[in-house]
């Protein structure tokens, strides 16, 4: 059986520190909404999906302002 299940792994910088963080989110967050179902986009679509999970959910969890710098899928 195949594992469809995905993460994003997320490359971001503290703007505060300038520490390099990362982290494991859900591939949801990095998805558009379709005409049917959910789909990964284009690369401008996933960066714009996942600035918009760390602007409403990433700073908050890790109490600071973070920067995207890169994405992968695992």
Do not use: P
Not at 14 to 39: C, H, P, Q, Y
Not at 44 to 67: D, F, M, P, V, Y
């Amino acid at each position: 059986m195949t594992n469809t299940t995905y993460q994003v792994e997320l490359t971001m910088i503290d703007e505060l520190t300038g520490e390099t963080v990362t982290r494991m989110i859900d591939k949801t967050n990095a998805m558009k909404s379709g005409s049917f179902t959910w789909e990964i986009g284009d690369e401008a679509s996933q960066r714009e999906s996942l600035e918009r999970w760390i602007a409403e959910r990433g700073n908050k969890q890790h109490e600071t302002i973070l920067k995207l710098v890169s994405w992968r899928f695992c």
